[in-house]
């Protein structure tokens, strides 16, 4: 007796076909998400930029969510566009801890908006992506339709030149 075998593909049947469509649109919205203005993230890594270290993993919170991450105040950004915030902690020589936020707007008016609407205080002008200010213990700027802020908990001398060198870099990324 002569057997034949009836070879069959993994697309030929229903299991296969969905995980073919699964794997497609997994590969789709991965490919085209980086065009959507999903941004990778900007935050260096532990001792890219000298003495910082990275303390935690990286948050992002949607605009339906931040009120998660700044209750009181969500509104004022969700008002401007925001898309989605991104918070990352960092320790410079083990001196003081910062946190670094990426907030991405659905325009560069969004950005300008939340800026502009700050009070300038005691800040100087900062020369760090289309514009920004630095405070004693803090920074904050807009590059394109982002807005970036780093908030020391001390103030120190060495405060200010470090969160410049940490903001250079994270602007860097956002011009990746």
Known sequence: MITIMKRTTVTGTKEGRLILAVCLAVWAYTGCSRHAGVLPTPFPASNVVAGWVKTGDTRTFSATELWNYIDGDAERY?????????TADYKFQDKFEAVAEVYSMASTAGARTIFESEPAGQAKPLQ?????RLYAGSMVFCKGRYLVRIVAYKELPEVQPALQALGREIERHLSQ
């Open 78 to 86: 969700v008002k401007a566009g925001v898309q989605a915030t991104s």
């Open 128 to 132: 760090l992506g289309d514009t920004g």
